[in-house]
């Protein structure tokens, strides 16, 4: 839980690229992404493997997942997202120092052409604002 409190929530070192304005979103896959405190859970409840993807959060800031395998739950730390600026979501958990930031829209990456695919997003009730 520390890691996370510590964590450099501005650093232009790890800054990456822009929200893919250009690419809609196809359709929403049946695949639940649930933010938590410290990090973002993703279940993928349907039956196709993603391989080597970016995970878009609130269309700003993005983390390379290498694979998100069918039936499979991955647990995303929110530090690791980071948009354009190096600046990440502000995390939860009883040592944060500011309101944590929503995690409400998130989307798949394929490639840089597909159409992006988005998920069901489940915020806990404990979690809502």
């Keep these: 839980m520390l890691t996370a409190c510590n964590a450099d929530l501005y650093n232009p070192t790890l800054a990456t690229r822009a929200y893919p304005e250009a690419l809609e979103q196809s359709n929403v896959l049946q695949m639940q992404a649930i933010p938590r405190?410290?990090?973002?859970q993703?279940?993928?409840?349907?039956?196709?493997?993603?391989?080597?993807?970016d995970i878009w959060v609130n269309r700003r800031y993005v983390q390379h997942v290498p694979q998100l395998l069918a039936g499979a739950k991955i647990e995303l730390p929110i530090e690791k997202?980071?948009?354009?600026?190096?600046?990440?979501?502000?995390?939860?958990?009883?040592?944060?120092?500011?309101t944590p930031t929503p995690l409400v829209f998130v989307q798949i990456q394929r490639d840089?052409?597909?159409?992006?695919?988005?998920?069901?997003?489940?915020?806990?009730?404990?979690?809502?604002?």
């Design 42 to 53: 993703i279940i993928n409840a349907t039956s196709t493997d993603y391989i080597d993807i």
């Design 37 to 40: 405190e410290l990090d973002l």
């Design 112 to 129: 840089a052409t597909s159409p992006l695919l988005g998920l069901v997003t489940v915020v806990p009730e404990a979690a809502r604002y």
């Design 81 to 98: 997202f980071r948009d354009v600026w190096g600046q990440c979501p502000q995390p939860g958990g009883f040592w944060r120092t500011r």
